[in-house]
């Protein structure tokens, strides 16, 4: 069980828009900043936001990012097939001192 | 443009301790950033392992701190893992990532397999 809770699984269609929830606590979302990555089948993770809303360099402004509290969202919109894929939050606890992932979630375009 | 390669056994015996290395290539280890270690079980999760800053400063999960070492040597431009005392939950594909702070992972490796195994 994470500590950060993100949906199992989402899915629209190609060309809509998704959103992807990170829910945690006062200890991580809520003081520290949130990363965004996105994992391909077979492949590493990649960075897809970084500093809860900043994309890295060559990442397309499809991809969103927002914190609200305790909470944090992914946004993409303009869905391709491409895009399915595992998409992971990250964020600081400063109560643990250690690094947190999201237990993932699993877009589906259909 | 910085290129991050994992290597080391990727059989690993109970109780004995797992080894990898991370070569990194066009960047300067020593010029600056935070390296960083995370793993992720077979069909499962990420997990944090830890950091090592280019100075040397280190930050462990504490959930394995007793039995992990991060280390650096700026002259091969290299960082390691070591993790002591590995059991069949230690199996997993783990990953180097150059990190933009603790946690962050900017740049990733392609990863590499351990399984834990008698």
């Known amino acids: 069980q994470s500590v950060l809770t993100q949906p199992p699984s989402v899915s629209a269609a190609p060309g809509q828009k998704v959103t992807i929830s990170c829910s945690g606590s006062s200890s991580n979302i809520g003081n520290n900043y949130v990363s965004w990555y996105q994992q391909l089948p077979g492949t590493a993770p990649k960075l897809l936001i970084y500093?809860?809303?900043k994309r890295p360099s060559g990442i397309p402004d499809r991809f969103s990012g927002s914190k609200s509290g305790t909470s944090a969202t992914l946004g993409i919109t303009g869905l391709q097939t491409g895009d399915e894929a595992d998409y992971y939050c990250g964020t600081w606890d400063s109560s643990l001192s250690a690094g947190l992932f999201g237990g993932g979630t699993k877009l589906t375009v259909l | 443009q910085v290129q991050l390669q994992e290597s080391g056994p990727g059989l690993v015996k109970p109780s004995e301790t797992l080894s990898l290395t991370c070569t990194v290539s066009g960047y300067s280890i020593s010029s600056g950033y935070y390296w960083g270690w995370i793993r992720q079980p077979p069909g499962k999760g990420l997990e944090w392992i830890g950091s090592i800053y280019h100075s040397g400063s280190t930050y462990y999960n504490p959930s394995l701190k007793s039995r992990v070492t991060i280390s650096v040597d700026t002259s091969k431009n290299q960082f390691s893992l070591k993790l002591s005392s590995v059991t069949a939950a230690d199996t997993a594909v783990y990953y180097c990532?150059?990190?933009?702070?603790?946690?962050?992972?900017?740049?990733w490796g392609q990863g590499t397999l351990v399984t834990v195994s008698s």
């Open positions: 500093d809860n809303n």
């Open positions: 990532a150059r990190n933009y702070d603790i946690l962050t992972g900017l740049n």
